[in-house]
């Protein structure tokens, strides 16, 4: 079944709901297929008593991607999802007690920086700012939003030249700290390295985009209902432009034939029909018998996979007075904790963002909050027994959030997710991240979002270009829906 058959996509998460939005608004005839009960993948939330906590990413950049995604439908994402932009985007706080809202306006964000590190520095600050804005530019429409699945998209000499000249190609740390001097300042536009899996030292200054996205961009949240509000609209979305929807329901194997893909086989037995398949799941595990043999990537021979985290959610019958959306407690080690984490070991003086949004009576009873804590940590593949380890780093987390000023939350309704749980809830290596993003895993290098060798297989997610986070896997589901549309079997 070639052409303009059904479309069959495997897996509600962002990605997953980006393509189907953008395949039905096109006229296909979409099928979602999703193993849990709701939409959102990774996007997702857990309850706790009279608490529901997000469970997938806290830091939403670049609104305008997911306004185009809704938009692709017709649809308004301010009449659907009103967004409110955080003020600051993050507090930092720092070991030695001083900290820095990072606030929108380039002046604003200046000043205080001259109030925290002094007129010099501050000066550097804006120059440096140009540099993230010329990296942003040189790097969005040639190499993000943009589809690598075939090599010479890597072959841009003047996009090439351009990200080289904003020195795109040095190590991170070595790009921020050739242009700032106040460690305090380094670290507050380097630790944006580990949401690509990577520390400074290791990371490309590519991905001072990063930086660029949350301190420059902003940071933005739903007004009501959480992150996982994000993937229930796009559902509305897809379902209003045509897209059937099939939860609690596992995708057990993409059926084929010499033409390419002909059916997606249901773990009831069930076989959809389908011309195109767009797998937006955790692609290692999709490898593991979801995929023919002919669908094998190399880029996954060897997979690197980016660092865990240990997440601790708790519901408070209280907001902490002056308490920021984004706090990040940045620990008095710095080099040594990403040390210890490529290594697989935990980090000994972790860094830790808190989130604590504002009541909206829907996460939370009236009056109430929720409170999550993200610790990096080591995946399944560093071999640590998280069965003894799990117990005594969430003590450890209790007693530096007292010391912190939290309280003691040992009693507090919680909910804790480590790698075994991560793992159990379908990610490879026990990691909600994905691969990593070293050069050999970057672009072309990613695993590929078309298989060559069977016509009609497509793929989106984190695990594909351009990556990790909720644009990017926003962007991957778009890439994919046009490369379909185009006839690309």
């Not at 804005?133 to 939003?145: T, V």
């Not at 959306?325 to 972790?350: C, I, M, N, V, Y």
């Not at 159990?424 to 050999?440: E, I, K, M, Q, W």
Request: net charge positive; aromatic share 8%; charged share 20%.
């Amino acid at each position: 079944m070639a052409g303009n058959g059904p479309v069959v996509v495997i897996g509600a998460g962002l990605a997953g709901l980006s393509a189907a939005i953008h395949l039905a608004a096109r006229g296909r005839e979409v099928v979602v297929v999703e193993a849990r009960d709701e939409p959102g993948g990774c996007c997702g939330s857990a309850q706790t008593g009279r608490y529901r906590f997000d469970t997938g990413p806290s830091v939403l950049t670049m609104p305008e991607v997911l306004a185009d995604t809704c938009g692709a439908a017709g649809e308004d994402l301010e009449n659907l999802l009103p967004l409110r932009r955080l003020d600051p985007f993050y507090r930092l706080s720092f070991h030695d007690g001083s900290r820095l809202d990072v606030v929108a306006g380039a002046q604003r964000m200046a000043e205080n920086v001259r109030a925290l590190c002094g007129p010099d520095e501050a000066a550097r600050y804006l120059r440096f700012r140009r540099r993230l804005e010329a990296m942003f530019e040189a790097e969005w429409s040639s190499f993000i939003d943009a589809d690598m699945t075939r090599l010479r998209s890597m072959a841009r000499p003047f996009a090439l030249l351009r990200l080289a000249a904003a020195g795109g190609f040095r190590r991170l740390d070595r790009f921020v700290a050739g242009r700032l001097t106040d460690e305090r300042l380094i670290r507050a536009h380097t630790f944006q390295s580990l949401y690509v899996g990577l520390p400074p030292g290791k990371a490309l200054a590519i991905y001072a985009v990063v930086a660029h996205m949350d301190t420059v961009g902003g940071v933005y949240f739903p007004a009501s209902g959480g992150m996982h509000a994000v993937p229930r609209t796009l559902a509305t979305v897809a379902e209003k432009a045509g897209a059937a929807f099939r939860y609690g329901v596992r995708a057990e194997q993409v059926e084929t034939d010499s033409s390419g893909v002909t059916a997606v086989r249901l773990d009831g037995g069930e076989r959809l029909a389908a011309g195109a398949v767009v797998v937006a799941c955790d692609l290692a595990r999709a490898h593991q018998g979801l995929l023919p043999g002919a669908a094998g990537d190399w880029r996954l021979r060897r997979p690197r996979y980016s660092p865990s985290c240990l997440v601790m959610h708790f519901g408070l019958d209280h907001r902490p007075p002056g308490q920021a959306h984004h706090t990040l407690h940045f620990g008095r080690e710095w080099a040594g904790t990403f040390s210890a984490l490529t290594a697989g070991r935990p980090q000994p003086d972790p860094s830790l963002l808190v989130t604590c949004p504002e009541p909206d009576g829907i996460m939370a009873p009236p009056g109430h909050c929720t409170l999550s804590v993200l610790e990096p940590a080591p995946n399944l593949e560093s071999g640590a027994d998280w069965d003894r380890l799990a117990p005594r780093l969430e003590r450890r987390l209790l007693g530096r959030l007292a010391d912190l000023g939290y309280g003691d939350l040992s009693e507090a309704p919680r909910r804790t997710f480590d790698p075994r749980v991560w793992s159990r809830l379908g990610h490879s290596a026990g990691t909600p991240f994905a691969l990593d993003h070293r050069f050999s895993q970057t672009a072309w290098f990613r695993p590929t979002g078309r298989s060559r060798r069977v016509p009609g297989l497509h793929f989106a997610g984190m695990y594909t270009a351009p990556g990790v986070g909720v644009p990017p896997a926003l962007i991957s589901g778009r890439l994919a829906a046009t490369r379909i549309l185009e006839g690309s079997r």
